[in-house]
């Protein structure tokens, strides 16, 4: 088992501002607590427009872009980088497919199933890769974005 690499990985979280509103807040944490995860670093921010366009750049083209800017700045998130082994994978598991009315009928016990109300406002975000949590982490917490406001 030499080259069995069981490295912790990180993964970068968002409670939307649905799930904030929604009080899920606290039953989201209870099970990133319970599922091994710890919460390395954590940021509450009302993002502005132009840092929501940022983060989802890669949806940018798409015809829900706007929705999705007026949803994400529609009030405070949460922030969280979370960390066990397999972080990522296992947070996107946890939280479930994107569309929330279908996730209550097929991952009842996901996240988005739990405080997801449909497609567009599903209360949490996911890394979806390697490549994505380094980028959305660095985003929030080594960068410097001044249109972030506490
Ligand atoms: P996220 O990035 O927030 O973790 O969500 P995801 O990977 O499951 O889904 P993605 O395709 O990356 O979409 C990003 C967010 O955009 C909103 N959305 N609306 N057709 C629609 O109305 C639509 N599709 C996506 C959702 O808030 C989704 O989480
Ligand atoms: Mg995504």
Request: proline letters at 5%.
């Amino acid at each position: 088992l030499a080259n069995v690499d069981l490295e912790n990985e990180s993964t970068l979280a968002i409670v939307k501002p649905d799930g904030i509103s929604g009080n899920y807040t606290s039953s989201i944490r209870k099970i990133i607590l319970e599922s091994g995860f710890s919460v390395q670093k954590e940021l509450t921010v009302h993002l502005d427009e132009d840092s929501v366009r940022s983060f989802y750049d890669e949806h940018s083209t798409k015809s829900f872009f706007p929705s999705l800017v007026k949803y994400m700045t529609s009030g405070p998130v949460l922030i969280m980088v979370l960390q066990k082994v397999n972080a990522i994978a296992d947070w996107r598991a946890l939280i479930g497919p994107t569309d929330a009315l279908k996730a209550k009928v097929t991952h009842p016990h996901s996240i988005r199933a739990m405080c997801g109300q449909d497609l567009g406002r599903n209360c949490v975000h996911g890394s979806d890769s390697h490549d994505s949590a380094e980028r959305e982490i660095s985003f929030f917490f080594t960068k410097t974005y001044p249109g972030i406001e506490p």
